[in-house]
């Protein structure tokens, strides 16, 4: 299995414009969890789905972000408008069952100017 | 909601030293437990985990940890580092007994290594 793919790997946007990260779980994952890389703030989980349905959202900062999982093997996430504040690495993982371990894609490192 | 405490920021340490990286939880009931390492540039990749038996587990590169339920740790180790080893370590716990869902990381603690 190729593992966790997300893209792009990197982007570099412009304040105010849409940004769309994608990501395709390891096949037979029934979790897929969006994550945000910070030095201030170290590894936060945004959002996650099982079997494409959001469980959680609770920790998606506010409204200019949205996820979605329109089928097994295909998630984004969506920010619009961006701003300098959403620069950051996101990472997507999945994991096959509740608690077990995730396995984690190479990351989308966003640079919001 | 539990949360997960990694007590070293920064850790440096000269090759052939042995490692310890304290990481410790706040939920008493069942617990599963994970470390990651994150190389630099590059995404969380596990390194061992603990879900239950022998309390102390084996992992890739000469990793290991303990479980200690009483002190509520998942200490890392590794009797002699490599240059090879310099990378951020993520302690991560799920609370299995409260049928939790998500993975809560510690803030990570960075380890140089010096050749």
């Known amino acids: 299995d190729a593992g966790v793919i997300q893209s792009p790997r990197h982007e570099v946007t412009e304040m105010g414009q849409e940004v769309t990260l994608r990501c395709k779980p390891i096949?037979?994952?029934?979790?897929l969890f969006w994550y945000r890389q910070t030095m201030m703030r170290g590894l936060e989980l945004l959002i996650y789905f099982n079997n494409n349905v959001p469980i959680d959202d609770s920790g998606m900062p506010e409204d200019r972000f949205s996820a979605k999982m329109p089928n097994a093997s295909f998630s984004t996430l969506k920010i619009q408008p961006s701003e300098p504040r959403d620069s950051a690495v996101y990472f997507c993982a999945s994991s096959f069952w509740v608690g077990y371990e995730q396995y984690f894609g190479p990351g989308t490192r966003l640079t919001v100017t | 909601a539990q949360s997960v405490s990694q007590h070293n920021h920064h850790v440096i340490l000269s090759e052939a030293a042995s490692l310890e990286l304290g990481c410790n939880y706040s939920?008493?009931?069942?617990?599963?437990l994970f470390w990651y390492v994150q190389y630099p540039g590059q995404h969380l990749q596990l390194l061992l985990k603990?879900?239950?038996?022998?309390?102390l587990v084996k992992g890739i590169k000469g990793f290991e940890a303990e479980f200690i339920k009483s002190k509520f740790s998942f200490n890392l180790r590794k009797p002699s580092v490599q240059w090879s080893d310099t990378a951020e370590y993520f302690c991560a716990v799920n609370a299995a007994g409260a049928g939790s869902y998500q993975l809560t990381f510690g803030k990570g603690t960075k380890l140089s290594v010096i050749p």
């Open positions: 939920y008493g009931g069942t617990v599963n």
């Open positions: 096949s037979g994952h029934d979790y």
């Open positions: 603990y879900f239950s038996g022998d309390p």
